[in-house]
T-cell receptor
Framework: GQNIDQPTEMTATEGAIVQINCTYQ??????LFWYQQHAGEAPTFLSY??LDGLEEKGRFSSFLSRSKGYSYLLLKELQMKDSASYLC??????????WGAGTKLIIKP | ETGVTQTPRHLVMGMTNKKSLKCEQH?????MYWYKQSAKKPLELMFV???????ENNSVPSRFSPECPNSSHLFLHLHTLQPEDSALYLC??????????????FGPGTRLTVT
């Protein structure tokens, strides 16, 4: 079966750096997405990786290793507004998004 | 504001009721999706429409019935639901459902409670 694994919850301190990991086993691979979802709100797109390596976008970076079935989202200079759930999703061979259950990130002052 | 709207935002219905959820996207996208989101579970894809044609139905019970009259509007008709159907129902759209980095844009969701 297809599976996306990510930690259920993480805690970090304001101003610090946090890395959220995602491992996947899917039927085919057509890209990996990261989304942010604040409580009670819609998920919003953060990043897309289809080739190995690091994609940087401001304070957020996303890394992909296709051979290892592994990705991470790196958040720098954490702010209180970064408290949210972070969802990892992989587009499989049928171009369907397979979703992880999300990582709830708690930022403490 | 993502360009995808959903109504109602909250809905409480009995198991014998019939109701409909509405989704509208103002982005000119060709693909639209219905998802179910339950606490601490992955998003569950329910239905996909591409250019108004249903392309996927992920073994969803027949008490959920989708309708896509045009590429901007999507409905989810509900009847004789069960308490376990209580969840957040999210609508999303994307430029296309195929290749490429076409991210999905989500609406705010309808919080459904079945009593």
């Amino acid at each position: 079966g297809q599976n996306i694994d990510q930690p259920t919850e993480m805690t970090a301190t304001e101003g610090a750096i946090v890395q959220i990991n995602c491992t996947y086993q899917t039927s085919g691979f057509n890209g990996l997405f990261w989304y942010q979802q604040h409580a009670g709100e819609a998920p919003t797109f953060l990043s897309y990786n289809v080739l190995d390596g690091l994609e940087e976008k401001g304070r957020f970076s996303s890394f992909l290793s296709r051979s290892k079935g592994y990705s991470y989202l790196l958040l720098k200079e954490l702010q209180m507004k970064d408290s949210a759930s972070y969802l990892c999703a992989v587009k499989d061979s049928n171009y369907q998004l397979i979703w992880g259950a999300g990582t709830k990130l708690i930022i403490k002052p | 504001e993502t360009g995808v709207t959903q109504t109602p935002r909250h809905l409480v219905m009995g198991m014998t009721n019939k109701k409909s959820l509405k989704c509208e996207q103002h982005l000119g996208h060709n693909a639209m999706y219905w998802y179910k989101q339950s606490a601490k579970k992955p998003l569950e894809l329910m239905f996909v429409y591409n250019f108004k044609e249903q392309t996927e139905n992920n073994s969803v019970p027949s008490r959920f019935s989708p309708e896509c009259p045009n590429s901007s509007h999507l409905f989810l008709h509900l009847h004789t639901l069960q308490p376990e159907d209580s969840a957040l129902y999210l609508c999303a759209s994307s430029q296309d459902r195929g290749t490429g980095s076409y991210e999905q844009y989500f609406g705010p969701g309808t919080r459904l409670t079945v009593t």
